[in-house]
């Protein structure tokens, strides 16, 4: 933007130069034929007090301090108490380029696991591509906003995930990296089972999640094609005498389980649920056309209390109901729509079945459960169809 506006500016200037300058040489020439040799000086340094003003005026102060005031403020960094050393790891992934794997794997592994994992990577048996940074975007840490403790749930996973590098590790510490044997390493890269996870030199046992802002200059995109700024968050572990490490492995597989686990309860829930609406209008059941029916009853929408019972004592017969899932049922013209559940413990894996009810009509995907609650009873009290989720 700046770059932008100052080849405005210096345009305006140019533009200010040519148009002055055309009339000082007529009123030079005019002056020539009919005035003296002292007129003439005195007509040219008018002239010039008339160049000299507009150019002052129109290209130093004004433009400049307008660019230079909201970019200060957008930069500014804000760090909550306490994350200085998460903020550094940050700093440095983010300022990695597609040149620097070094770099990254020393940011994201054990660091006695360099060379097995740089090996790994050279021979095209582990992917670095979601976290080595990209020469087209610029990234910069903005702020940290909260840090929480990774819950004690998940930290005997640490250990097993980087754990399982350990047989490459030692087969390449014995046979070194150049021209290894692909099958095999491709064959100690296979999946272990947790009880035959061999003892590594560290014990991973304190991870934090951070909560962070970020802005982004994609090189080749105008800033009104995306936002900005943008807020995300990382999974740090640490290791004793090595510090903080960005981790990229076992909170993604951890995270992929549980909505995974919530994916595949909706799935049941809904066929369940398919099942019940069949059975009931076989029977002569007069089924609601536009309704909702919810784990929590005070939710429930458009639905009278004898279909409800009629409805959930078939269910029970069909899907066990689990503790602690909350859940909605929406049939929408007759049909059931979607169904959409979480684990109130675990809020940040809820998801939507159909897949295609897991985002709004412009394709972003629905951050909460009771978003995409108030989105389905919205549409539905407006008389609005719902059909859009399933394209």
Request: with cysteine.
């Amino acid at each position: 933007m700046k770059k932008f506006t100052a080849i405005l500016v210096m345009t305006a200037m140019l533009c200010s130069f040519v148009s002055c300058g055309n009339d000082t040489a007529d009123e030079i020439e005019s002056s020539a034929t009919s005035v003296s040799e002292d007129s003439e000086v005195e007509t040219t340094e008018e002239s010039t007090e008339e160049i000299t003003e507009p150019e002052t005026v129109e290209v130093e102060e004004e433009p400049t301090e307008e660019i230079t005031e909201p970019e200060t403020e957008e930069i500014s960094k804000t760090f909550v108490e306490g994350s200085e050393e998460y903020a550094e790891v940050i700093e440095k992934l983010l300022e990695c380029k597609s040149n620097d794997v070094d770099t990254v794997i020393k940011l994201c592994y054990p660091d006695k696991y360099f060379d097995t994992i740089k090996t790994l990577h050279n021979n095209n048996l582990l992917s670095l591509d979601d976290i080595i940074g990209d020469d087209s975007i610029d990234l910069e840490l903005i702020s940290i906003d909260s840090v929480e403790p990774v819950s004690e749930e998940y930290m005997p996973y640490f250990n097993i995930y980087y754990g399982c590098y350990q047989p490459v590790y030692e087969y390449i510490e014995e046979n070194g990296t150049e021209n290894p044997d692909i099958d095999k390493l491709s064959e100690l890269m296979a999946p272990i089972p947790i009880s035959e996870i061999p003892e590594t030199y560290f014990n991973i046992e304190k991870a934090v999640t951070v909560h962070y802002t970020i802005s982004r200059d994609f090189h080749y995109l105008t800033e009104d094609k995306y936002d900005k700024i943008i807020d995300t968050e990382d999974t740090l572990y640490y290791i004793d005498g090595e510090g903080w490490k960005d981790d990229f492995i076992t909170m993604i597989h951890l995270y992929e389980a549980e909505r995974t686990a919530v994916s595949d309860e909706l799935e049941s829930l809904y066929s369940a649920s398919e099942t019940v609406l069949s059975g009931l209008a076989e029977t002569g059941v007069e089924i609601p056309e536009n309704f909702i029916i919810c784990s929590d009853s005070s939710k429930n929408y458009n639905v009278s209390d004898e279909f409800l019972n009629t409805f959930d004592t078939t269910l029970d017969g069909c899907y066990q109901k689990k503790d602690g899932f909350d859940y909605f049922i929406m049939i929408n013209d007759g049909k059931l729509a979607c169904v959409s559940g979480q684990y109130a413990a675990k809020p940040k894996f809820y998801r939507a079945y159909p897949t295609a009810y897991f985002y709004d009509e412009d394709h972003y995907v629905v951050e909460t459960y009771d978003e995409r609650y108030n989105l389905c009873l919205e549409r539905m009290k407006n008389g609005q169809p719902q059909s859009y989720m399933k394209n």
